[in-house]
């Protein structure tokens, strides 16, 4: 299998008006190895140094970093440095996958393994809920017996056709149920959009949180939202397994997406999440840079 | 409803108990079927009939006067202004014979232990429950009590759960069983040992008599079960309990927890996390801490992994305590397994996990996210209890049986939106059991919440009784202290009296442990801090308003009305009360201004928002004070007695003498019966301060006045400053500025003047923590040198012969310079002690 060995380097800056006296952060910053992912090596440096820093392996199997600065600092910078080889996904023939209401059944009932652990993703949760609107908006790609990853690819193909990419629209707060509304947002928008869409139906969905690499190879399209950590979404096939879908490109991830991690919604995976005393506003700039070093054969 | 017997009105013939009207089917705890008192009951009966109607009033109305000193209080969220509600007590006790409490206490066992395994299971386990099909996964994936970030978390002694409380009722049959379960941080056991408290001062006979189970025990082995819950390796381990803070509901039985078992009470700003270990951040520093007894629900108490919008809780909480640096009890998630929506499955995960039947059922709860159960709960809706499957989401009951045809089916609507949101219980009666309702007693429902106390390896403690709720009305199906209701003591009665008399029902808890006196938490300094300083501004205020009251009320010549003129010119100068100079003195405006300050709630400063200051302050640090001091503390406060009647300036007189007397006793219990701890100096620091810059205050405005309206001041001021007899005794003299200021300045004997403080600030300083003072160098903290230098600076011999002041502008300088000095050593303290800024999440 041929692998892409990718070079990136996340940067997270807080300029704050004041002094922080403490700061403890929960990062999840370091890519997880995943079938078509294997995570060479990961480096993440704090300034002001941390007089603690701690991995541990979160709930959904993501690596999450603590860290505590306690000295007064009024920057930070975290940089977060990852060596990942990425190989190509495996999408299966969409008339290989089982109807969707065959996937919805089977996940709740059976028990086992994987088809527990995919249960979980089925349910609401904060920023992905399940609501009628969303069950409503899936229903024109989600016909009766259709195969489950046939019914997935039309939902995604209409999701980045009938919603505009804006980053001016939306904020990290918005509502998924704004998202709709709007028919406008980014694509950590429209991942929780879609996810909300297929728990509506009772389809066990995840976010996936990543980066993308978007320098555009000669001929082809850029792709949009390259500036900073991308996201996208996965569902459950039973038998084959989990199948990602990014909806902000319309198209299978692969190759040019690495995965950090996943969850529930952006709230379980939040690549930076901080508690500050002291200090008052804050200012943040996030720069990512996806760059391909090679590939390799294994 | 039926409706509630007037108490005003006792009907003839109706005797001491009433009974039970036959239209309800409930049990009957005093009463047999055969009419017959039941035994256990028999003795206190016989009491109560031999004391009589009158008698009984009488101890009832002491047992309310107790609480009301004790200051109890059961905090209702949502009613705005005064939180505080009083906590009420039953004159009578509910009753259990030991034979059948025993069978209780084996089935509040065997609960914590099921509980317990179903927490290892979902959290630390293989969530056998969810794979083998005994839980729906549902139950613990959409809820909202299940905290992911705690799964896998270690937990010493696999005790998830040290205190799990169960609200029990018994039906008509005679059979107990639970309504609910509280898992997180149950409250009662406090109120439980506050109920036994009062009744132990109220019928001292009847409780020896009766041999009933004391409670102190139960205290006793949870502090020695929270010890042996420290993390491995830690050998005096250092117990704080962790509160919400004043505001919350229960905020009584923290302190009052916190003071019996002999824990430090600690607020989530109180503590930090520094490299994956707890610290209480104490005026000494900071000091680790291993056990953390909580009273904070579950998502708030860490805003970096639970709840970001908390603010009560501690950041890295949840990494400290994967860490194993410290012991959560109860553990953090345990909120899962309180929800409603568990109850139907408990029966056979006992027999899975303990191989054992329950030896308490359910309430019969359907929860409506199964199909079936959803069918059987909308098809007898009018019914049923609908209650929130999940604790988190506040809402309902609702009881079918009150609803109307429109409510019903809204209520329905709802169910169908998202059922796997709902629970639905059949109605239960409760029994009945006999409270004192005015004049006699009338049978009321009652639920009793049994409290277990668990320490690992199998051991654990119930406390004998419990807490028992009494709900309103005789046919109530419900009972919450959040909508009203009281309480009752409860008592294990032995039935065989082989047991001698034992009269301490209460022996507070002693700290036996021979580690240092655990650390004045930053926080509770600051509150103790200003506690002393709103309470000699209180002090101030009240004498300055009895000084112009005083003088109002005997106005006779025109002589005083000039000196009236001097004194508003003066108050005006002090910014106490505003009096326009240019107007002749106007002694109805004057009356009117001063009325205001003691009266309106809405002045800033004014009395009234000094008393509110005072109990905020005290409310926050109450585990600190003993119960005589806080029943000082209570009478702070202003009554509607002291409203403005016909005699407003005679009234006015009392409200003002009845307050500056419980400051005196407060002052006094403080001086007395405080430790010379961190605490107390603390709150001594704050009232030197403020007395010291009141001082510089009245001084300088006194001498800003033209050296007439100066002169006619001077009886004021020394009256204010309570130094009219010592100036009297010591000059012989007319009243004059330069001894005046003398003896207010600079007397290091006199109490009130700034010198006076100056040296006691001193000697609080040389004991402050972190505060190195060598002999040579003496004390040199910041401002406090600059006072000393400035006070001595002043040529006091002089100046008590100087019938007026020379030079005026370079006087009020130096005072102005001695203000500012004061006013920053106030602020280094903060700086220094006190910074405990509230986190915010990025």
Request: hydrophobic share 40%.
């Amino acid at each position: 299998m041929r692998r892409i060995i990718y070079q990136i380097e996340h940067v997270t800056r807080w300029g704050y008006v004041g002094h922080v006296s403490v700061s403890h952060m929960l990062m999840r910053l370091a890519p997880r190895n995943d079938g078509r992912q294997l995570l060479l090596n990961h480096n993440l440096e704090l300034e002001p140094g941390p007089s603690a820093l701690s991995a541990h392996s979160d709930y959904f199997g993501n690596t999450a970093h603590f860290a505590a600065i306690d000295r007064s600092h009024s920057e930070m910078v975290i940089r977060s440095s990852s060596r990942v080889a990425v190989g190509p996904a495996f999408v299966p023939d969409a008339s290989e996958t089982p109807p969707w209401e065959t996937v919805r059944s089977q996940c709740r009932v059976d028990r086992t393994g994987q088809a527990l652990e995919a249960n979980e993703f089925s349910h609401s949760s904060p920023l992905a809920p399940v609501d009628r609107q969303f069950a409503e908006l899936s229903a024109q790609s989600f016909l009766p017996d259709r195969p489950i990853l046939d019914a997935v690819m039309h939902l995604t193909a209409r999701i980045a056709a009938e919603f505009k990419f804006d980053p001016q629209a939306t904020q990290v707060s918005t509502p998924v149920s704004e998202v709709l509304r709007l028919r406008r947002g980014v694509c950590q928008d429209f991942a929780h959009l879609q996810i909300a869409c297929l728990r509506s139906l009772g389809l066990p969905a995840r976010y996936i949180s990543g980066y993308i690499e978007t320098d555009p190879p000669p001929g082809q399209m850029k792709l949009r939202g390259a500036d900073a950590s991308h996201a996208w979404v996965s569902f459950y096939c039973p038998g084959i397994g989990w199948i990602d879908v990014d909806p902000t490109n319309n198209c299978f991830p692969s190759m040019r997406h690495i995965t950090i991690g996943w969850g529930r919604d952006y709230a379980d995976v939040s690549p930076v999440r901080g508690v500050l005393v002291g200090g008052s506003g804050q200012d943040l700039s996030v720069s990512v840079d996806v760059v391909a070093m090679g590939s390799v054969e294994d | 409803m039926t409706k509630v017997t007037d108490s005003e009105s006792p009907a003839a013939g109706d005797g001491l108990f009433r009974s039970l009207s036959p239209h309800i089917r409930a049990f009957d705890e005093m009463t047999g079927e055969d009419g017959r008192i039941r035994d256990h009951w028999s003795h206190l009966v016989k009491a109560f009939t031999k004391h009589g109607a009158m008698e009984i009033k009488a101890r009832s109305d002491n047992a309310d006067r107790i609480l009301r000193e004790h200051g109890v209080t059961y905090n209702v969220y949502g009613e705005a202004g005064s939180i505080d509600r009083p906590w009420g007590v039953d004159v009578a006790p509910f009753l259990l014979p030991a034979s059948e409490w025993e069978r209780i206490e084996a089935a509040l066992i065997q609960r914590s232990r099921l509980l317990n395994r179903i927490m290892e299971d979902l959290y630390g386990g293989g969530q056998r429950l969810l794979r083998n099909g005994f839980l729906p996964p549902e139950l613990v994936y959409s809820n909202p009590g299940f905290l992911r970030p705690c799964r896998g978390i270690p937990v010493p002694r696999q005790v998830y759960l040290h205190l799990l409380a169960c609200d029990m009722v018994r039906s008509a049959s005679g059979q107990w069983s639970v309504l609910s379960d509280r898992a997180q941080a149950p409250s009662g056991a406090g109120y439980a040992l506050e109920n036994r408290s009062v009744l132990s001062r109220v019928l001292p006979d009847e409780i020896r008599e009766s041999s009933v189970r004391r409670l102190p025990e139960f205290f006793r082995r949870q502090r020695e079960m929270l010890s042996a819950l420290a993390p491995e390796g830690c050998q005096d381990p250092n117990v704080i309990v962790l509160t919400p803070g004043p505001r919350n509901e229960t905020y009584f039985e923290h302190a009052y927890l916190a003071r019996s078992l002999g824990f430090t009470l600690a607020e989530g700003a109180d503590l930090t996390v520094r490299n994956q270990r707890v610290y209480l951040k104490t005026v000494e520093g900071l000091q680790a801490v291993d056990v953390i007894l909580r009273r904070l629900d579950d998502a708030f108490c860490d805003p970096l992994e639970l709840r970001s919008d908390s603010f009560l809780g501690v950041a890295g909480l949840v990494e400290a305590t994967r860490a194993g640096t410290v012991t959560l009890a109860n553990a953090l998630g345990s909120a899962l397994v309180e929800s409603a929506a568990f109850l139907p499955f408990l029966e056979p995960i006992s027999r899975l996990l303990l191989d054992q039947e329950l030896l308490l059922p359910c309430v019969p709860t359907w929860w409506c996210g199964r199909a079936r159960d959803l069918r059987h709960v909308l098809s007898q809706l009018d019914s049923m209890v609908v209650k929130p499957a999940f604790r988190t989401h506040r809402s309902g009951p609702w009881f079918g049986g009150r609803l109307s045809k429109v409510e019903l089916s809204d209520l329905k609507e709802r169910i169908e939106a998202s059922p796997r949101d709902f629970i639905a219980q059949e109605m239960v009666g409760l029994s009945v059991a006999p409270a004192w309702i005015g004049q006699a007693f009338e049978p009321r429902g009652v639920v009793l919440r049994g409290m277990v106390a668990s320490g690992g390896d199998d051991s654990f403690a119930v406390l004998p009784g419990g807490l028992t709720r009494v709900a309103p009305t005789a046919c109530a199906s419900v009972v919450s202290s959040q909508e009203g209701g009281g309480s009752k003591d409860t008592w294990i009665v032995r039935e065989s009296t082989q047991s001698g008399s034992d009269t301490s029902h209460i022996t507070p808890a002693l700290r036996t442990s021979g580690r240092t006196i655990p650390g004045v938490p930053s926080r509770a300094a600051d509150n103790l801090f200003w506690l002393g300083r709103y309470a000699e501004r209180l002090e101030q205020q009240l004498r300055m308003i009895r000084c112009v009251i005083g003088r109002l009320s005997d106005e006779t010549g025109t002589g005083t009305s000039v000196a009236m003129q001097s004194l508003g010119l003066l108050l005006n100068r002090m910014e106490s009360v505003p009096f326009d100079p240019a107007r002749p003195f106007d002694p109805e405006i004057c009356q009117e201004a001063v009325l205001k300050l003691l009266h309106d709630p809405g002045v800033p400063g004014g009395t009234r928002d000094l008393l509110a200051l005072i109990r905020t302050n005290a409310s926050a640090v109450r585990d600190r004070f003993s119960g005589d001091t806080w029943r000082i503390l209570g009478r702070l406060q202003w009554t509607p007695d002291m409203a403005t009647g016909r005699l407003p300036l005679a009234e006015a007189q009392t409200a003002v003498q009845s307050l500056v007397l419980y400051l005196a006793a407060f002052s006094g219990m403080e001086m007395e019966n405080m430790t010379r701890g961190h605490g107390w100096r603390f709150l001594d620091l704050g009232r030197r301060v403020e007395r010291a810059i009141h001082m510089l205050h009245m001084l300088r405005s006194a001498v800003e006045l033209d050296p007439h309206d100066s002169l006619r001041v001077l009886e004021p001021l020394l009256e204010m400053a309570d130094s009219i007899l010592t100036y009297r005794r010591r000059y012989f003299s007319d009243l004059r500025l330069g001894p005046v200021l003398e003896l207010l300045l600079l007397d290091p004997a006199n109490p009130r003047s700034v010198a006076f403080q100056l040296a006691q600030l001193e000697d609080h300083s040389r004991e402050l923590p972190g505060v190195n003072i060598t002999r040579e160098s003496g004390v040199n903290l910041p401002h406090l040198v600059a006072l000393r230098e400035s006070l001595a600076s002043f040529p006091r011999a002089e100046l008590a012969r100087a019938a007026s002041v020379d030079d005026q502008a370079s006087l009020l300088q130096q005072l102005a310079q001695l203000s500012s000095e004061a006013g920053g050593f106030s602020d280094w303290l903060a700086t220094r002690y006190f910074s405990h800024s509230l986190p915010r999440v990025g």
